[in-house]
Structure formats: C-alpha cells, structure tokens
C-alpha cells in the first residue's frame, strides 16, 4: 500500500503581500514534499490564505473596496507567487471558500455540544496587529506592546464565546510527555512547556466589534474568531468533517508536519491541539517552528531598505536562477531555533562554492573524462564499484532520516559529502594520468564507473533542493523522475555502454556591484 504523507504551511495573511517570510515556509515545505514524492508516497502539500477579521475589513474600506474583492485581489497574488517559484502545493485554501465556512460552522456546532464553550465577557489587552488576547502575565513580559510590531496593546472589553482550554492542561502535558519530539526545534518544546506551567486561561473565540467572518452558529451577533477560524484550514481542506473511508482525502490526517514560523507557536502547539482534543480527532504528529530572517545584520525593515521582498528576490533569481535561491533558502535559512542573515555577498559566497564549484564542477569533471576517455560511454566496473555502494547507501539511509525528522540542512549535507569524497577520490587515484597509460584502461574505466554512480546518487538526493538542474542532469543520463525509487536510489542503475554527455549545470556568475 502506498503510503501517505501531509504536509501544510500556515494559511497567509491577505493583509500582507508575498515576501521572504512566506516563501521561506512555503519552499521548506515543497522540498520535503518533492523528497517524498521521490520516494514514490502519496503527498498532500497544501497552503492558503487566512482572509478574515478587522484588518482586511479596515484596509478593504481604505481603497474603497470590499472586503471580499480586497482578498481577492491579495489571494491571487499568493497563488502567482506558487506558481512563479515553481511551488508544488497540491492545494490552496482560502478561508472564504464556502467549503472552509460551512465546514468551521460544523466543527464549531461539534464544540458547542461537546461542551467546550461557554459564553462569558472579557476584558484585558489585545495585540490588534496580531489579531491576539494576551493575559495579564503576557502583556507585563512584553511591557504591553507587540512582540512582533512593537505597537501598544490596547485595551479591550467585549463579550464573547469561549474555548475551555483550560480544562485540556492536563492532557497536553500527557502529550508532550508521550511525545517529547511533537514540537521542534527542542528550544521551542521548552517554551511551550514553560508556558504551560503558568497555566491555561480560557481562549475568546468570537468577535463583535466586526462583521468580516464566519458567523458564530446560533448567534450571528458573533463572529468566529479569526486564528480559530484558520487553523480549521488544516482539515477543512481534507473536507473532515467526513472522516470515513468513503471521503478519499481523509487519509491524509493527521499531518506528518505543520511547518510556521515561531510567532504563532501557542495557537499550534496548544490551542488547535486542544480544539482537536475536544473534537476528539487526531493531533498532528509534528509541529516545526522555525526562526526569522534579517537583512545585513539588521532587522528588516522597508525605512531602512534591507526589506526582502519579492522584486528583490526577483533579481536574485534573474540573476543566480532558481535552483540557488532555493539553495539558499533550505540551507543558510532559519529552520532551526536561531535567526537568519540575508545578506548579498553570502548568497554569492554559497551560490559559488556549494552549486559552481561542487555540485557543477565534480559533475562535469567525471562527464567530461568519460566523454574524452571513453567517447561519451558508461566503462564498465570491474571492481563492482569498490566500497562507493556501501557509501551511497549509507548516505541515501541519512537522507531518509533526515527529511523523516525535517532536518533539511543536513539532509543537504548527506548528498554534498558525497560529491566531496567523489571529489577527493579522483583528486586520489588521478584518472586523467592514469588514462594516458592504455595498460590502466580497465581501472580508469573503474574509476570513472564508480565516480559517475557516485554523483547520479548525490544528485537524485539533491532534487528536492535543486530540482531543475538535478532533473536536467537525470533527463541526459536517460533517468525517468518517476522510476520507482528502490531504482534510482540503488547501485547499478548505469549500465556499461550507456551515452554520458557533459554537463554543465551552474555557471559562474559575477557578483552584483553595489
């Protein structure tokens, strides 16, 4: 049986346009996607647009337009983007289709007769650019202004319906106990744990102060909340509210991996745990959490002009390709618990000597000399690759394990080890000296067997990362992307005699002048 694997990026804001932040998310999540689809499993990749509350509502009467066709207008562009980055999401929501709607009034009507809500007032501080209430305790540690904007809370009173989260602290504590790898980064279990010891207060889940969102059921007066509305996207787009064998995208739940930026950790790790808890459905099996970037050592920031927005990806695309920015993105980017500096001269350093000078160089030198040596034939291996099969596999073994665990950086670094010891072995056995000796034709011919072999398995396990070079080079070994993968990631798959060309995949570039 084919197994299944799902993967989802938070739904976008249609209050902010496309930048670094969401194509970051966004290509983390369609590398693993595309490594699990090498792997011959059935993928569900999805992303989307979170496109109610107060804010779109303002901003939509600012232009003199209305709500819906501001989220129109901002949804669309989240799509280009998909699409101009070559990103392959098996589906994109959007939180005013009626299928997500209709489907949040259910699972909310689910909640109210579960016993989970009540209806109660509530007055404290509010982080209107987060759309968040914070407790007392929160809003002190933040000395009452944003942490993300740096805004002032506001005050806020209002009635509203509630979420019982609190009567789901003991639960989650015996959940990160049974599952100390549920949330990662580790640095980001700890904080969720640190807060979970302070207590768990009660969550609002409805508004009154504005009429842009999914009416609460039984009282229209109230709007659905929107973070309680957009984590429902999760399995609103697996339409859940069938859960039988007879809806065929139920399969996918629960998710192998929520991936965010670790901003909105607490509704993920807590809050849409809990809601799940309460509908009594299956919790995500992993949440990643990653860090943020900055520009040139300095907090982005449009005023200061280091904003990474998409233009200024667009020239370095235009000038690098494709396959770099993504390199860039899954390798010198903040997966893990720290931050990240986006800055030229790096982009350049890492474009130069990861994708230049090891993956196209050791490449081309092994087809060139095939090519030279053995007019452009596969030589046969009489050594039957010496100890190259064990190290390959070894290094397809790591990869595996890497991407299981979403460690992507080092799944990277499996397939670049490898091109470096291929580098090493020739710079070891000279295969150009050798050659001009027709008494060590045969160990050439081995050499260069193994040397090839060798690279096809370290680019196969690059494809995720660099998938249009990678899928070149595969197209002109006459290697089928959609061969099953106990072949292609095997020994052997070039047989003696097979046409090598040259390649050549990355070109040197220049680097930009200021």
Same mark, same amino acid.
């Given at each position: 049986?084919?197994r299944?694997?799902?993967?989802?990026?938070?739904?976008?804001?249609?209050?902010?346009?496309?930048?670094?932040?969401?194509?970051?998310?966004?290509?983390?999540?369609?590398?693993?996607?595309?490594?699990?689809?090498?792997?011959?499993?059935?993928?569900?990749f999805?992303t989307?647009?979170?496109?109610?509350?107060v804010?779109?509502?303002?901003?939509?009467?600012?232009?003199?337009?209305? *709500?819906?066709?501001?989220?129109?207008?901002?949804?669309?562009?989240?799509?280009?983007?998909?699409?101009?980055?070559?990103?392959?999401?098996?589906?994109?929501?959007?939180?005013?289709?009626?299928?997500?709607?209709?489907?949040?009034?259910?699972?909310?009507?689910?909640?109210?007769?579960?016993?989970?809500?009540?209806?109660?007032?509530?007055?404290?501080?509010?982080?209107?650019?987060?759309?968040?209430?914070?407790?007392?305790?929160?809003?002190?540690?933040?000395?009452?202004?944003?942490?993300?904007?740096?805004? @002032?809370?506001?005050?806020?009173?209002?009635?509203?319906?509630?979420?019982?989260?609190?009567?789901?602290?003991?639960?989650?504590?015996?959940?990160?106990?049974?599952?100390?790898?549920?949330?990662q980064?580790?640095?980001?279990?700890?904080?969720?744990?640190?807060?979970?010891?302070?207590?768990?207060?009660?969550?609002?889940?409805?508004?009154?102060?504005?009429?842009?969102?999914? *009416?609460?059921?039984?009282? *229209?007066?109230?709007?659905?909340?929107?973070?309680?509305?957009?984590?429902?996207?999760?399995?609103?787009?697996?339409?859940?509210?069938?859960?039988s064998?007879?809806?065929?995208?139920?399969?996918?739940?629960?998710?192998?991996?929520?991936?965010?930026?670790?901003?909105?950790?607490w509704?993920?790790?807590?809050?849409? @745990?809990?809601?799940?808890?309460?509908?009594?459905?299956?919790? @995500?099996?992993?949440?990643?959490?990653h860090?943020?970037?900055?520009?040139?050592?300095?907090?982005?920031s449009?005023?200061?002009?280091?904003?990474?927005?998409?233009?200024?990806?667009?020239?370095?695309?235009?000038?690098?390709?494709?396959?770099?920015?993504?390199?860039?993105?899954?390798?010198?980017?903040?997966?893990?618990?720290?931050?990240?500096?986006?800055?030229?001269?790096?982009?350049?350093?890492?474009y130069?000597?990861?994708?230049?000078n090891?993956?196209?160089?050791?490449?081309?030198?092994?087809?060139?000399?095939?090519?030279?040596?053995?007019?452009?034939?596969?030589?046969?291996?009489?050594?039957?690759?010496?100890?190259?099969?064990?190290?390959?596999?070894?290094?397809?073994?790591?990869?595996?394990?890497?991407?299981?665990?979403?460690?992507?950086?080092?799944?990277?670094?499996?397939?670049?080890?490898?091109l470096?010891?291929?580098?090493?072995?020739?710079?070891?056995?000279?295969?150009?000296?050798?050659?001009?000796?027709?008494?060590?034709?045969?160990?050439v011919?081995?050499?260069?067997?193994?040397?090839?072999?060798?690279?096809?398995?370290?680019?196969?396990?690059?494809?995720?990362?660099?998938?249009?070079?990678?899928?070149?080079?595969?197209?002109?070994?006459?290697?089928?992307?959609?061969? @099953?993968?106990?072949?292609?990631?095997?020994?052997?798959?070039?047989?003696?005699?097979?046409?090598?060309?040259?390649?050549?995949?990355?070109?040197?570039?220049?680097?930009?002048? *200021?």
């Open positions: 049986m084919t299944t694997a799902c993967i989802t990026t938070p739904i976008y804001y249609v209050n902010d346009r496309p930048h670094i932040g969401h194509i970051f998310t966004t290509t983390l999540c369609d590398a693993w996607a595309r490594a699990m689809r090498i792997q011959n499993c059935d993928v569900f999805l989307g647009t979170d496109e109610h509350g804010k779109v509502e303002k901003s939509a009467a600012e232009h003199n337009v209305t *709500p819906q066709a501001w989220a129109d207008t901002n949804a669309a562009e989240f799509q280009r983007v998909l699409s101009l980055f070559q990103l392959t999401n098996t589906d994109f929501i959007r939180t005013t289709q009626p299928r997500h709607e209709r489907q949040v009034q259910a699972f909310i009507e689910r909640l109210q007769k579960s016993g989970a809500l009540y209806k109660g007032s509530f007055e404290g501080w509010y982080d209107e650019g987060q759309e968040e209430y914070l407790t007392e305790t929160r809003a002190k540690e933040c000395e009452y202004k944003s942490s993300i904007s740096g805004k @002032p809370l506001v005050r806020a009173k209002e009635e509203n319906w509630y979420f019982k989260l609190s009567a789901f602290s003991e639960r989650l504590k015996a959940h990160f106990e049974s599952q100390p790898n549920f949330v980064p580790s640095a980001r279990m700890n904080e969720v744990i640190g807060r979970l010891r302070e207590g768990l207060q009660d969550v609002p889940m409805t508004r009154t102060n504005f009429t842009w969102g999914i *009416p609460m059921p039984g009282d *229209p007066g109230h709007v659905i909340y929107v973070w309680i509305d957009a984590l429902f996207n999760y399995i609103t787009a697996l339409d859940y509210t069938d859960a064998e007879k809806n065929p995208r139920a399969r996918y739940w629960p998710a192998d991996w929520h991936v965010i930026g670790k901003e909105i950790l509704f993920h790790a807590v809050i849409w @745990p809990a809601m799940l808890m309460a509908l009594e459905l299956p919790l @995500p099996k992993n949440i990643h959490a860090s943020f970037w900055i520009s040139e050592g300095k907090k982005m449009k005023s200061l002009g280091n904003f990474i927005d998409l233009p200024t990806i667009e020239t370095y695309i235009a000038r690098y390709g494709l396959d770099a920015w993504r390199w860039f993105m899954l390798t010198r980017g903040p997966i893990d618990a720290t931050d990240a500096d986006f800055r030229a001269v790096a982009f350049h350093e890492t130069t000597s990861d994708l230049v090891t993956v196209g160089n050791c490449s081309s030198r092994v087809t060139a000399m095939i090519v030279k040596t053995f007019n452009g034939e596969m030589p046969a291996d009489i050594e039957n690759g010496g100890t190259w099969p064990a190290r390959c596999q070894q290094a397809v073994t790591d990869w595996q394990k890497h991407f299981a665990q979403f460690q992507l950086t080092d799944a990277a670094e499996d397939a670049m080890k490898l470096r010891d291929v580098d090493l072995f020739i710079n070891q056995t000279e295969p150009f000296k050798l050659a001009k000796d027709p008494a060590q034709r045969e160990r011919a081995s050499i260069l067997g193994q040397c090839l072999e060798s690279v096809r398995i370290a680019l196969l396990l690059l494809e995720p990362f660099l998938p249009q070079k990678m899928s070149e080079f595969s197209t002109l070994l006459g290697m089928p992307s959609d061969a @099953p993968w106990n072949v292609r990631s095997q020994w052997g798959y070039l047989k003696p005699g097979s046409t090598i060309t040259k390649v050549a995949l990355y070109p040197r570039v220049e680097i930009a002048k *200021p």
